[in-house]
């Protein structure tokens, strides 16, 4: 068979992460010409299986919490029921039209070209062009950005090939609500999941290895978000390796046993991390290096360590988030528009950026910079910190919401007075948060928080309350 023709671009970006078609717009618009290679579903994780489909489910699984909450608040709804089926398709409509608007706004755009097919190295250098092959097409591109993003890690656990279990595809592919969910792993993705089914009426178990679940948050936010999960009605079992998982007898489900207990459920979800999406690039054809878990080490402009080469979003490591994803696409296309112009300036680098994140139980927890133990570390080491913590149950809005979950912790630098980080468990923590993230961008000092005028009544106007409860960190 002839080879097909190769198609000669400036620019081949590769995966339509969160990353990349803002960037192959932006660059397109500039006059350059790009490849957009997808080998699945345009939009990727965010728009297809994450956070587009799970916070548009949160929203049915809040309504019918709240609808059973009712009566507390004076009025009378009778019995609520969940149709599940009519939540997951509320949610697949978002999902389709996120994407079909996605699809449309690439194809609208001159000079660029979306190619559908698994996209691949086939050799090549910065100084003569990359050659790529994706589908039935070859590219030549000068240029060439990874946006590949991650998918599930399947853990190595006894008897996990012998049951069925889902993760987070095949769960939203679900139409009949289950019985009994069991997650395995309790980070963000098993949580928001496990909230979700429960406030639709499964039952839902939680197993976590680790000795408590949100392990890399402080023990007080992570108790707080257990308590909460405990009062929903959902079973958590930390601390323990899965010993094995095994079909039920009857072959309706599932049993995992976990520090000699056992765990039944009608279905199993596996949410336990993620793994890069780098293997199919084939890397090795054009020397870029990747990291023992096959992520791409990048400098802080997200260069790989080939001329020519960028990696952006989950699989440079550098966040894990569609928020880092698409500021680091951000990035790129500032420090490239600024080499074409040969115009000085400052460069952008991911280096210079504050971790901020949101994990979006109901309550969410809202999440910038160092916590507490990094803190106490850094006071070990001679720095002086000093923090603050609220109990939102004594947050007037709180208390008249009624939704009272949940603390504020803040972190500030005795010497600057500077915020290095928070965190605001609670009624709209994932909004509120940004305050603190926006104070530590522009590095403003806690006191400009602590003598602005405040809207009433808000959570954010419980700010400069807390700050006066500032206390030096001991180690
Ligand atoms: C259940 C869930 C909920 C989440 N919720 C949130 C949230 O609320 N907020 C948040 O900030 N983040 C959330 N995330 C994380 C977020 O989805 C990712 O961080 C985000 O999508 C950034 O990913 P990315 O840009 O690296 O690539 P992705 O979005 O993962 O997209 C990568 C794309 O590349 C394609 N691809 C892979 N290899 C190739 C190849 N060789 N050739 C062509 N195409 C290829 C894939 O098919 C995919 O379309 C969630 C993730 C999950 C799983």
Redesign the pocket.
């Known amino acids: 068979m002839p080879l097909p023709e190769l198609l000669h671009v400036d620019v081949a970006i ?7 078609p803002s960037l192959a717009v932006a660059l397109a618009g500039d006059g350059e010409s790009v490849a957009l ?15 587009t489909p ?2 548009t489910l949160r929203k049915s699984a809040r309504v019918a919490h709240m609808a059973g909450r009712a009566a507390e608040f004076g009025v009378q709804v009778g019995p609520v029921r969940v149709d599940f089926a009519a939540a997951m398709e509320r949610m697949q409509t978002r999902v389709d039209s996120a994407r079909s608007g996605l699809e449309d706004w690439l194809a609208a755009q001159p000079r660029l070209t979306l190619i559908r ?4 190295f086939e050799g090549g250098d910065a100084a003569r062009g990359f050659r790529l092959q ?1 589908g039935d097409r070859r590219i030549m591109a000068q240029r060439v950005y990874l ?4 998918r ?1 890690v399947v853990p190595s656990i006894a008897g996990l090939d012998t049951v069925p279990f889902l993760d ?1 595809v095949s769960l939203l592919q679900l139409r009949s609500l289950p019985r009994h969910l069991v997650i395995l792993g309790g980070s ?2 098993g949580l ?2 496990g909230q979700i089914f429960r406030r639709l009426g499964s039952e839902v178990s939680i197993v976590e290895t680790g000795p408590r679940i949100t392990g890399r948050e402080d023990a007080d936010v992570s108790d707080a978000v257990h308590a909460l999960l405990l009062e929903e009605g959902i079973a958590v079992h930390c601390g323990h390796p899965v010993d094995a998982v095994a079909p039920l007898a009857n072959g309706a489900g599932v049993r995992v046993s976990v520090g000699g207990r056992q765990v039944d459920g009608s279905h199993l979800l596996v949410a336990t991390g ?1 793994q890069p ?1 780098t293997e ?2 084939d890397l090795g054809t054009v020397g870029v290096t990747v990291d023992g878990r096959g992520y791409v080490p990048t400098d802080g402009e997200l260069r790989t360590n080939v001329t020519g080469i960028w990696a ?4 440079n490591k550098r ?7 698409y500021h680091d696409h951000e990035i790129v296309l500032a420090n490239h528009r600024l080499q074409r112009q040969g115009a000085g300036g400052k460069r952008r680098s991911a280096d210079d950026r504050t971790m901020a ?2 994990m ?1 139980t109901d309550p969410p927890l809202g999440r910038v910079g160092i916590g507490e133990g990094e803190a106490r570390a850094m006071v070990a080491q001679g720095r002086r910190i000093s923090m603050a913590t609220h109990a939102m149950a004594d947050v007037s809005r709180a208390k008249e919401e009624s939704e009272t979950t949940g603390l504020i912790k803040l972190l500030v630098d005795d010497a600057t007075g500077r915020f290095l980080g928070a965190a605001i468990f609670g009624i709209q923590g994932d909004e509120i948060i940004q305050v603190i993230s926006n104070f530590m961008a522009t590095g403003a000092s806690h006191q400009v928080l602590k003598d602005a005028l405040p809207v009433h009544p808000t959570v954010a106007e419980f700010l400069p309350t807390v700050l006066g409860k500032l206390k030096p960190l001991a180690a």
Not at 37 to 51: A, D, F, K, L, M
Not at 117 to 120: I, S, T, Y
Request: glycine share 20%.
């Open positions: 590769v995966g339509t992460g969160q990353a990349a290679i997808e080998g699945h579903q345009v939009g990727g994780t965010c728009v297809n299986n994450g956070c799970t916070k097919g698994w996209g691949r994706a946006n590949t993003g991650t599930p987070n963000y993705i928001e999941m993620r999406n199919r690039l952006l979003g989950d699989i966040g894990a988030f569609t928020h880092t994803s994140y949101a979006f």
